[in-house]
């Protein structure tokens, strides 16, 4: 297919973004304008995402870094092949005003609307950062999301793994805030976790050795709580033992359901010729922790996978995924999205 140039928006959190990104007639992709607003400082008093907020944010700054987006890419409105917004999962009030947003210009400007699947969007960054070829396994980490899905090909992905109460980022925020530790939790506890003791604390691993591909943290979380109470006053000597050995119990949670995904891909493709250099694909803000890294790189040092952790700027949420998912639709043909396409708070 011929050079495509596609503008994406997201808004289906607590990230405003917009993005350019071109995808070349070999199917090679490059970001040229690249733009996100973080709304960190207007939710962190409320220790959490305060959806209202969240919404008139993303009103407030939207058209703004669209702009911004088309500027620095260098083109304007007329040069875009197609529009790509996140229509769900997400929350509502910002699903609306970016998929909205996008209806309008598809509207104004003539051009295909994409209403993209935000997970579908951190699914295929992968081909964007690193060209990575379908068949490939992906975790996917963070605040809101716990999921290992199989990526076949363009709008063809299989679930395998979910998480069946908290999802692995909710448990850092909340381990965080009951702690003491400011929001968000992740980047917090990995700080005190530096200075503890990992052995201390016998943590809870839930589901290890479970045949089926889920994950769970909610009962991680309550052995954090029992601990911290059994000791009051906590010491910053305890916050980092229970960093560490919190860190601990997640790294050996990973290794074996991650590790039993990893085996279930070779079994079904590596070993069928379909996939010569199986990978195993990271995304999601949780991606950030080095633990979680140095634990996945090991996995598939041992299990003959290639690690591919795109750049943290494009694991966490961003607009270029989102434009580089509509590119991909676009170049495989798939149909453009009406402009009754619906926001989706919830997209399986
Ligand atoms: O993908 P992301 O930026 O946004 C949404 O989930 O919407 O992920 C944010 C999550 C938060 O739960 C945050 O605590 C977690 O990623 N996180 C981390 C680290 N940095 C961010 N968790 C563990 N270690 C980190 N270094
Ligand atoms: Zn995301």
């Not at 040229?32 to 709304?39: C, H, I, P």
């Not at 069946?164 to 850092?172: P, R, S, V, Y």
């Not at 939790?185 to 201390?200: I, L």
Request: with cysteine; hydrophobic share 45%.
């Amino acid at each position: 297919s011929p050079p495509l140039r596609i503008l994406g928006i997201e808004t289906s959190c607590d990230e405003t973004a917009a993005s350019v990104v071109l995808r070349d007639d070999e199917g090679g992709g490059r970001i040229l304008g690249d733009v996100v607003l973080s709304q960190l400082e207007e939710h962190s008093a409320y220790g959490g995402v305060v959806p209202e907020i969240a919404a008139r944010a993303h009103v407030e700054a939207l058209d703004a870094l669209i702009a911004e987006a088309l500027l620095r890419a260098g083109v304007t409105l007329r040069e875009i092949d197609a529009i790509a917004a996140t229509s769900g999962p997400g929350l509502i009030g910002g699903l609306i005003v970016g998929l909205m947003t996008g209806k309008a210009i598809a509207r104004a400007t003539g051009k295909p609307l994409y209403a993209v699947n935000h997970l579908e969007g951190h699914a295929l960054t992968a081909r964007l950062t690193d060209g990575l070829s379908f068949p490939y396994l992906m975790l996917l980490v963070s605040g809101g999301h716990t999921q290992l899905i199989l990526v076949k090909g363009v709008g063809r992905y299989e679930r395998w793994g979910t998480t069946i109460d908290d999802a692995l980022g909710e448990a850092f925020d909340k381990t965080a805030k009951l702690l003491g530790l400011p929001y968000p939790g992740g980047p917090a506890v990995e700080r005190a976790a530096r200075a503890g003791d990992p052995e201390r604390f016998d943590f809870p691993r839930p589901l290890v050795g479970d045949a089926r591909l889920d994950f769970s943290f909610s009962g991680l979380k309550t052995a954090v709580r029992q601990a911290a109470q059994a000791l009051e006053p906590v010491t910053d000597k305890d916050i980092a033992d229970i960093c560490a050995s919190f860190q601990r119990a997640i790294s050996r949670t990973l290794k074996d359901r991650v590790g039993r995904g990893l085996k279930r891909f070779k079994a079904e493709f590596a070993a069928a010729g379909e996939a010569a250099h199986p990978a195993l694909v990271v995304a999601g803000g949780v991606a950030a922790n080095e633990m979680l890294r140095t634990t996945l790189q090991s996995l598939c040092d041992a299990l003959g996978f290639r690690f591919v952790a795109p750049p943290l700027a494009l694991c966490t949420d961003n607009a270029a995924m989102i434009a580089w998912a509509g590119a991909e639709r676009l170049a495989a043909g798939l149909p453009a999205d009406g402009l009754d396409a619906a926001p989706r708070s919830r997209w399986p």
